[in-house]
């Protein structure tokens, strides 16, 4: 039986994170399209990070960085469908080893090792054990699918346990959250649930969400942003990143049901927040809503993630740590998902690992002053889901600028995001802003040199940190035990 006080020592905690649900559409940051109250509400009793971005804006990548705490080359994981290798010490483990009832509920994507065959349960199921980084609590989740009827999960078995038809993946994951905190609650020991709602990811077409939900978006315009370019930004858009004829045709439908899909997701989350109260936990308990990265949507001729751009880089990021003394403020502190992992362990009062990248920024959420880093370094290793060389990047972001760099063949770019949202404007050959291009090349050699990040092509690290057959053993600053 474990000790009871541990629950008044250590807080609960909930981590609800979308996919692919970008910052700039919702109602708290400025979106008049938006229908998403009860995210704005809790926007106004918690810390708004509304500089946060995504280490890495894309799926597996974004995971692998919020589980170890740790940048793409140092965790190994540096494009989809790849599995992790689980020998690091990770967010679960310390959250186990604490006390914590841990509860993971949704998509994973952190297991397979195929690209494709996700329905196959030699992908979709993740046994008990090392490869699931620490929850050993309860276990409802599948590693990657983004079909939300007639879908599925796992428990301890590879079965595929699915819901009715009818059902929208998203509404039954959170009556499962509602659930899990209801008997986590009766338990004497603190409880921590991640859930990873795979909404509003595409596929976009109208059978991909509830009927209602794209009714209250029906007359409302979705029209190409203002930085949209009619070509396909070559070379450095890999495929997933590239629109057909076909697909610019479609983009004001898909955006369509992308913001149905986020009010649908508002109504989840709303629910879930008032069932945590009735419960009787939202007092003690430290609650996170957040997204794995954006989506671009034809800007700057591009779909999807994968890129330093705003759209594809920026997420809201709202924490509410018990008794907020700070509800309803904002910070402009430059956090990123390294951040994340002992940020919160520090707020539940443990100890994080020390190989840790990240900032424990607690402080600002306890409205004191503390260390906070210049700003975010952003990292992409390749193609979003295959070994091919070409769309490597890196960048740093700080309050003002985001500076990015191309691998292939060097172009610069260099953006004032103030004054310039849209980053239409490269500041790179402007002779005004010298100064500040030798700062961002200096500070991004320091901070890949600290930790021991060569910017390689996609295919070194297929040849040199994989066991050939797309599992992790080795990253920029370990070398693990061979993947199970």
């Known amino acids: 039986m474990v000790d009871g006080r541990l629950r008044n020592a250590h807080p609960n905690l909930v981590y609800v994170f979308a996919d692919q649900l970008r910052y700039q559409s919702l109602g708290y940051a400025g979106d008049t399209r938006a229908i998403t109250p009860n995210i704005d509400r809790f926007a106004s009793e918690s810390v708004n990070f509304h500089n946060a971005v995504a280490s890495a804006p894309v799926c597996t990548a974004y995971r692998a960085a919020l589980f170890t705490g740790k940048y793409t080359t140092s965790n190994g994981m540096v494009i989809n469908e ?18 914590y009832h841990t509860g993971y509920i949704g998509k994973w994507h952190l297991y397979a090792n195929e690209l494709g065959s996700h329905d196959d349960p030699i992908n979709s199921f993740v046994p008990r054990g090392p490869n699931r980084l620490g929850f050993d609590g309860e276990w409802m989740a599948y590693n990657f699918h983004h079909s939300y009827y007639d879908t599925y999960y796992h428990t301890e078995t590879p079965e595929r346990i699915y819901y009715r038809k009818d059902v929208f993946e998203p509404d039954a994951q959170t009556d499962l959250a509602i659930d899990f905190v209801e008997r986590a609650a009766s338990k004497p020991e603190p409880f921590a649930l991640f859930l990873s709602i795979g909404t509003p990811h595409d596929p976009w077409g109208p059978d991909n969400v509830p009927a209602q939900y794209l009714a209250m978006h029906e007359d409302t315009r979705f ?4 930085n949209y370019l009619d070509e396909n930004d070559t070379p450095y858009a890999d495929a997933w990143a590239l629109l057909s004829k076909e697909d610019r ?47 671009m949507f034809g800007a700057h001729g591009r779909r999807a993630k994968n890129i330093f751009y705003e759209e594809a880089c920026r997420i809201p990021m709202l924490i509410r740590p018990p008794d907020c003394s700070l509800s309803g403020g904002k910070s402009d502190v430059c956090l990123s998902t390294v951040d994340v992992m002992p940020t919160l362990l520090s707020l539940l009062n443990l100890n994080s690992p020390a190989d840790i990248e990240g900032f424990d920024l607690s402080h600002v959420l306890r409205g004191a002053h503390g260390r906070e880093p210049d700003a975010a370094l952003m990292q992409i290793c390749g193609a979003t889901a295959d070994w091919i060389d070409g769309h490597e990047w890196r960048a740093l972001r700080d309050k003002k600028y985001t500076y990015a760099i191309y691998r292939v063949d060097g172009k610069e770019s260099l953006f004032d995001h103030i004054s310039d949202p849209s980053q239409m404007h490269n500041l790179i050959d402007d002779p005004d802003q010298a100064g500040v291009l030798v700062k961002f090349r200096e500070a991004l050699a320091l901070k890949m040199a600290s930790i021991n990040d060569t910017f390689e092509a996609c295919t070194w690290y297929r040849d040199h940190w994989t066991d050939g057959h797309r599992n992790i053993v080795r990253s920029a600053t370990a070398v693990f035990e061979q993947a199970q």
């Open 82 to 99: 790849l599995r992790i290798n689980p020998n690091q010490r990770c967010f679960g483990h310390v959250l186990t080893e604490g006390g």
């Open 223 to 226: 029209p190409n942003p203002v």
């Open 249 to 295: 045709a479609d983009l004001e439908n898909w955006r369509r049901t992308y913001y149905a899909q986020t009010t649908n997701l508002d109504w989840n989350f709303g629910r879930f927040m008032t069932a945590l109260a009735d419960i009787g936990c939202a007092d003690n308990t430290v609650v996170v809503f957040t997204s794995d990265h954006g989506e």
